[in-house]
């Protein structure tokens, strides 16, 4: 089942008119949440950020609102089915939400880590998360392609490390943690937020600095955030000819989890 437009659908078939703008050119925001305590006001699920997240994009591109009553109604009966909910907005206001399951293998994984692929590309219009996302899409299929399960966007002028293609990055050396600038073209992923905001209450100073050659060649070990997974570790990075690998069990990925500890 789904939410569309005011109310419950059974099915897994969306009908939308041929010329609608979001079929044809991608043109929705959307927001993806994992819910804790099954409330929508649980700290960890951060219900606000999400609201922001879409209504700053919404602004941006001066679309319309949506039911913002409505939105928060379906997002409360998604709920009762799913943990994780991606709540997606069309330029004419509807509301379109989906659930799925957290990861079968999301604990496994976070123990021994993913293996990462190195892809010169870059979401379109980073700063806002958009139903255009062919370029993490194609990342992503890319880095499947070379036996990787993430893959690590990189800027094709500068070289630089921008995110995955699900996620920010975060790097760990000299006894701080790194994760590159917002201003480098990258999302400001909600995890990301609340992550910088634990490490700064805990007097944690958080290095945001560009990705480049230089201050890669040093981490001890490298994760990315996102809502559904958290933190999760890379374990080997391909960038051919070459391949680094980290320690998904690094002592430091303690300091990162304490934000999910209440």
């Known amino acids: 089942m789904f939410w569309y437009n005011g109310g419950l659908v059974a099915g897994n078939t ?3 008119a041929i010329d609608d703008p979001g079929l044809l050119y991608g043109a929705t925001v959307f927001t993806t949440m994992r819910v804790y305590q099954h409330s929508l006001d649980s700290r960890l699920t951060n219900w606000t950020a999400h609201c922001d997240r879409l209504s700053a994009s919404l602004q941006a591109f001066d679309w319309h609102w949506p039911n913002w009553a409505q939105v928060k109604l379906g997002a409360s009966s998604m709920l009762q089915h799913y943990p994780i909910l991606r709540i997606t907005l069309f330029p004419d206001g509807r509301e379109w939400i989906t659930g799925r399951d957290l990861p079968a293998d999301l604990t496994q994984a976070q123990k021994h880590g993913k293996a990462a692929y190195i892809v010169e590309l870059a979401r379109s219009l980073a700063a806002h998360k958009t139903g255009n996302y062919l ?3 194609l990342a992503q299929n890319l880095a499947k392609k070379h036996s990787a399960q993430e893959a690590i966007l990189v ?3 500068t070289g630089e490390w ?6 920010n990055l975060w790097g760990w050396k000299d006894g701080f943690w790194w994760t ?3 201003n480098a073209g990258i999302l400001p992923g909600i995890m990301r937020s609340q992550l910088i905001e634990w490490l700064q209450a805990q007097n944690l100073e958080v290095k945001q600095v560009p990705w480049n050659s230089e201050v890669v060649k040093g981490f001890e070990m490298i994760c990315y955030s996102n809502s559904v997974v958290q933190i999760m570790p890379i374990s080997a990075i391909a960038s051919p000819p070459t391949q680094s690998h980290y ?3 690094h002592p430091a990925l303690k300091i990162l989890q304490g934000l999910f500890v209440d």
């Open 14 to 16: 969306l009908e939308v």
């Open 180 to 182: 590159p600038p917002l």
């Open 155 to 157: 800027d094709s002028i």
């Open 247 to 249: 320690n998904p069990q």
């Open 135 to 137: 370029s993490a899409w």
């Open 162 to 167: 921008l995110e995955t293609n699900t996620g």
